[in-house]
């Protein structure tokens, strides 16, 4: 059989290169995307072929319907089908609500919740001609919760779970199922501008004492993926070391 075949939006760091990583260590070819880190995807792309993986990486801006259009173009013409879409790509900008302007609103939107709906758009075709399909996307918790200075962040996060759970009803009698991850504060670059005490602070209220990495998001996205996974519809984990549930 044909090895299956994973799109995973903004893969060149953090998150995303995480789970490009583990889904090419589970036997996928995987197709890399950046925005502007062109050596960072570089570099994944490298790291999968020393393990013996498979990939491509291809540069798109998915916050555009062209730009995700070039993406899922881009991996059905290197290996004619999609299994696995990760809608990881997404950029935050914290700022108080009544200082969001109209551009950065609706950068944060587009980012975060206009490319998951332009890349499975494109995925979904290819998908529902197989009857099998995998959309992943990368929610927050602060989605499920709402946080102070992310608003526009939030709403997109929020937006992505009635998207999920739509495509689920939309499209599970077709073999496709979604789901949502919900990741509390990972280390990445995103939450690089923290300092030593806000960390601290951070990890005093998560139930495990300590952030995220990449990989413990990685890993569920790789199980949400797998065959063990097959009658999960619709449904959203969070991935925040208990930080939500205290
Ligand atoms: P990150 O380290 O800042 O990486 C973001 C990735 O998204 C980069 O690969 C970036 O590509 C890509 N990207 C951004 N805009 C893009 C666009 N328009 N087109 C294509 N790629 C784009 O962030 P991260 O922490 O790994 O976050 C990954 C996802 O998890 C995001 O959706 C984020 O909202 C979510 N999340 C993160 C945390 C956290 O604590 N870190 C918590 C909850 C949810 P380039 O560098 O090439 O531009």
Redesign the pocket.
């Given at each position: 059989m044909k090895a299956r075949v994973a799109v995973i939006?903004?893969?060149?760091?953090?998150?995303?290169?995480a789970i490009a990583i583990e889904l090419a260590r589970e036997g996928y070819q995987v197709v890399v995307?950046?925005?502007?880190?062109?050596q960072?995807?570089e570099e994944v792309l490298n790291q999968i072929q020393a393990e013996g993986g498979t990939g491509i990486i291809v540069g798109?801006?998915?916050?555009s319907s062209a730009?995700a259009q070039q993406l899922i173009d881009a991996a059905t013409n290197s290996f004619g089908q999609i299994d696995v879409l990760v809608n990881?790509?997404?950029?935050?900008k914290d700022q108080l609500m009544l200082k969001i302007g109209d551009k950065e609103w609706q950068q944060i939107i587009d980012?975060?919740l206009g490319?998951a709906f332009y890349c499975s758009r494109g995925a979904l075709k290819n998908m529902v001609r197989k009857r099998y399909g995998r959309i992943i996307s990368?929610?927050?918790?602060?989605g499920l919760e709402g946080n102070a200075g992310q608003a526009h962040?939030a709403a997109a996060?929020s937006g992505l779970l009635g998207f999920t759970c739509s495509l689920a009803k939309e499209y599970g009698r077709r073999g496709i199922t979604a789901n949502l991850v919900?990741?509390?504060?990972?280390?990445?670059?995103?939450?690089a501008a923290l300092n030593e005490v806000q960390r601290a602070h951070i990890a005093e209220g998560i139930a495990l004492g300590r952030l995220g990495t990449?990989d413990d998001v990685a890993g569920v996205v790789a199980f949400l993926a797998s065959p063990r996974a097959d009658y999960i519809n619709g449904a959203v984990i969070r991935v925040d070391g208990g930080l939500s549930s205290m």
């Open positions: 939006s903004g893969s060149s760091r953090g998150i995303g290169k995307n950046y925005h502007k880190a062109k960072g995807a798109a801006d998915v916050s730009g990881n790509a997404g950029i935050n980012s975060n490319s990368i929610s927050s918790i602060v962040y996060k919900a990741p509390g504060y990972i280390q990445t670059d995103m939450t990449p």
